[in-house]
Each structure stands twice: as C-alpha cells, then as structure tokens.
C-alpha cells in the first residue's frame, strides 16, 4: 500500500530477504519468528522486525482480509527509547488499513 514497495526496496539486501521469506511464510499459513500482532488497529495487523547494523527496520502487514496480504507500511525504527510506534506511523498505517480494507471488499 501507498509507498511500502519502495520503502521496501530502499532496505538493506539481508533485510528485504528477511521479510521476503516471512511473507512467504505468512501466505502459506504460518507463524514467523520476531513477529507480533498490533491489537490497536484491529485483528490480523502484524509487525514483522528486523535487526541489522544497529538499526530496527519494521514491516506491518494486514493478514485478515481476503485477497491478500497488504504490506501497510515499511520503515526504519528511529526511537530507541520505547516500545510504541510514532503517532505519524500509527496515522499512516491506520489510513492505509482502511484503504486495503476497501480494496480487498471491491473483488
């Protein structure tokens, strides 16, 4: 959804791996390591996380709808004090859900 790809594509090699073979894993049903569900935009929103070169990159994906998988949103953790995600992060990642939302009820 809106710019995840590129974002995505901007990331180190190892970490474009990591998620490529997690949301593989997902599609095929199954549960991947250093995930964990964000209760806060309802159920089926996960958070994949990955380590790399001292930072913490992050990937949130919708699994509930039908269609597909939508990868919401892609991005280099930048707090290193707390565990929340940013409010402009949470904004984004909730106008983008709805947006998968509404994509995934068209078909």
Request: aromatic share 6%; hydrophobic share 40%; with cysteine.
């Amino acid at each position: 959804m809106g710019g995840s790809r590129l974002d995505l594509a901007m990331m180190p090699k190892l970490v474009k791996r990591s998620f490529g073979v997690r949301l593989d894993e997902l599609q095929l049903g199954g549960r991947v390591r250093d995930s964990k569900p964000l209760p806060q935009f309802g159920a089926g929103v996960w958070e994949l996380r990955e380590s790399h070169d001292k930072n913490a990159y992050r990937l949130v994906c919708v699994l509930a709808l039908e269609r597909a998988i939508y990868v919401l949103h892609v991005f280099v953790k930048k707090s290193k004090s707390g565990i929340g995600l940013p409010r402009s992060d949470v904004a984004l990642i909730a106008s983008r859900l709805k947006r998968a939302q509404s994509l995934d009820r068209e078909s």
